[in-house]
Nanobody
């Protein structure tokens, strides 16, 4: 199983980023997929989840700003992040059941 995140970087407050997670080695279309993040000195937390059928759920602080989606034809998971805030700064991880990606750094700063 491989999960490879990309799309992180430095962005100003109010800006947007789109994270991608390329998945391989398992049946992506059948898997519940999720994004998590870990800020310095804090525990890793769930940000967003998407079922195999496309149902979604979000952590309260990102509702209305972040959108999780999947492209089963491309075996890719996405996280569109809008109206970014400094408190969104963290390493963002893609997760499939039992597996984690290596993470991608998102820094929101002026």
């Amino acid at each position: 199983v491989q999960l490879v995140e990309s799309g992180g970087g430095l962005v100003q407050p109010g800006g947007s980023l789109r994270l991608s997670c390329a998945a391989s080695g398992f049946t992506f279309s059948s898997a519940v997929m999720s994004w998590h993040r870990q800020a310095p000195g804090k525990e890793r937390e769930l940000v967003a989840v998407i079922s195999s059928a496309g149902s979604t759920g979000y952590e309260d602080s990102v509702k209305g700003r972040f959108a999780i989606s999947r492209d089963n034809a491309k075996n890719t998971l996405y996280l569109q992040m809008n109206s970014l805030k400094p408190e969104d700064t963290a390493v963002y991880y893609c997760r499939a059941p039992g597996y984690w990606g290596q993470g991608t750094q998102v820094t929101v700063s002026s």
